[in-house]
């Protein structure tokens, strides 16, 4: 069993030693990670310049470049052969509803997945950070249900797990993902050379939480699993653009 981990938070975040902690026993563990945080960097892929794959002390690898990035890299450059099941992770934060368009985490799961490989997206569901233990234990589950039953096609699993104790958790729903209000507006500040400076505001609050979303799942204390499709083709609408071009 080979078992390819990538995440967007860099290769020296807690929660990607953790989860090489929890899964090293499984099978050949291979570490490719972003050099630095590439939080919300989505899918993009670096063009305009090459790309550099170094070997930190611990065994980690790491690219100057995004979670899609050490993915593809490592999958169709650096491995001799394709592992068996791709993780990411462990994210500091929640990756739920409208966040997983944005999410480097989700989006080095996704490029495995659409590379043929099994892939698993995995979040704590809060920035303090508390129990990455518990997300990891939940990982470690999930690929030791796929060594036993492997899926006869590739999935994309996006996985939230409460950032409470692994014994306090209160079970796993597979869920569809919610929605969002819009974003805070941006944030105005102003440099000390008199420029005007903006940062991104927060995440809308939830919007579409009720029963079956990931949202009302950890809001509960369940650990969410959401598979995920890339197919963005908005098939209900087909017919009336069809007849509007007419």
Request: charged share 15%; hydrophobic share 40%; proline share 6%.
């Amino acid at each position: 069993m080979r078992i390819l981990l990538s995440n967007d938070d860099g290769y020296f975040a807690p929660g990607l030693s953790a989860l090489a902690d929890t899964l090293g026993d499984l099978g050949e563990l291979v570490v490719v990670a972003p050099e630095q945080n590439r939080s919300g960097a989505s899918n993009s892929l670096t063009l305009d310049r090459p790309l550099h794959l170094k070997k930190a002390a611990n065994g980690f690898h790491f690219v100057n470049g995004t979670p899609t990035d050490c993915v593809h890299l490592a999958v169709t450059g650096m491995l001799g052969s394709l592992p068996d099941i791709i993780v990411s992770g462990i994210n500091n934060g929640a990756n739920m509803g409208d966040d997983t368009i944005y999410s480097g985490t989700v989006a080095a799961a996704t490029e495995g997945y659409l590379l043929g490989i099994p892939s698993i997206a995995i979040s704590l569901t809060s920035f303090e950070g508390r129990n990455f233990a518990s997300a990891g234990l939940v990982a470690r589950q999930l690929v030791e249900r796929f060594i036993r039953q492997p899926m006869k096609v590739p999935v994309l699993l996006n996985v939230n797990v409460p950032d409470i104790p692994y014994s306090e958790l209160q079970g796993t729903e597979v869920t569809r993902l919610g929605r969002r209000h819009k974003a805070e507006p941006v944030v105005k500040t102003v440099s000390p050379r008199n420029e005007t400076l903006y940062w991104i505001g927060a995440a809308g609050a939830a919007a579409d939480a009720g029963p079956g979303t990931d949202f009302n799942a950890v809001e509960r204390g369940c650990v969410s699993i959401t598979p995920l499709q890339i197919d963005l083709t908005h098939s209900a609408q087909v017919p009336a653009i069809i007849k509007w071009m007419e």
